[in-house]
């Protein structure tokens, strides 16, 4: 048997203010601070013993995985970084308030671009210029995705990875975001395109998944995290 344990990050100031941030970096607050080390201390109390730690090129999730990891004292562990787990590319709808979307594009439309597996968002007119893709094919980044483009970004990281020290047995950390997340718990549970509209991820309580040697899934835990 293995741990593989999933973790969103803490609120960050987007999602305070109730903004799209997608591959916009933003910090977290300091309730997403205390949520991340809440989340290191509970799994420090299920005595998990990680192999490594995989997040993404965002502040928020690479600040959580940090606090995580030290709050359940395994600080020397490695810690992968990777474009492939960043959230889900919200195209032009990034830094826009969601509220504010609604009022000019409708709830149902919004509702679709949120919550559904292939609508996708409106498109920027060019991929993100930043120093941590420049070694990335230009055609491999995004301008906006859906969930499922966000899926088939993920899947080859996983397989490649993730998979292998799962098989050998070794216990993995992801700290993501709710949409990386969201995607790799459909591929795993697979749960089918309609159904995975009403899966919620929230900031920073771990979903622990105990699999077998074939990386079956026998047990699935979502540790509550106390009050702040």
């Not at 992968?80 to 787990?85: A, D, I, N, P, V």
């Amino acid at each position: 048997m293995v741990k593989l344990v999933l973790v969103r990050h803490g609120e960050s100031i987007a999602n305070k203010d109730n903004v799209y941030t997608g591959w916009n970096d933003v910090p977290l607050t300091n309730k997403g601070k205390h949520q991340a080390a809440m989340a290191g201390k509970l799994l420090n109390e299920e005595k998990i013993v990680f192999n490594a730690v995989h997040t993404s090129v965002l502040e928020r999730a690479i600040v959580t995985a940090n606090i995580i990891v030290e709050n359940c004292h395994q600080l020397w562990i490695p810690i992968y970084k990777t474009w492939r787990l960043n959230e889900r590319h919200y195209g032009a709808l990034r830094g826009l308030n969601k509220d504010y979307t609604r009022q000019v594009y409708g709830k149902k439309q919004v509702a679709l671009w949120r919550r559904s597996f292939y609508a996708i968002p409106p498109y920027l007119e060019k991929t993100d210029q930043d120093r941590r893709y420049a070694l990335i094919d230009p055609k491999s980044l995004p301008r906006a995705e859906s969930l499922a483009m966000s899926l088939t970004r993920i899947l080859p990281y996983w397989q490649d990875e993730i998979v292998p020290q799962l098989l050998q047995g070794k216990n993995q950390l992801v700290v993501a975001h709710g949409s990386t997340i969201r995607a790799i718990i459909k591929y795993l549970e697979k749960i089918s395109d309609t159904d995975i509209n009403g899966v919620e991820v929230e900031n920073s309580e771990p979903i622990i998944y105990t699999l077998d040697d074939s990386l079956n899934i026998l047990s699935k835990e979502i540790i509550i995290k106390k009050s702040i």
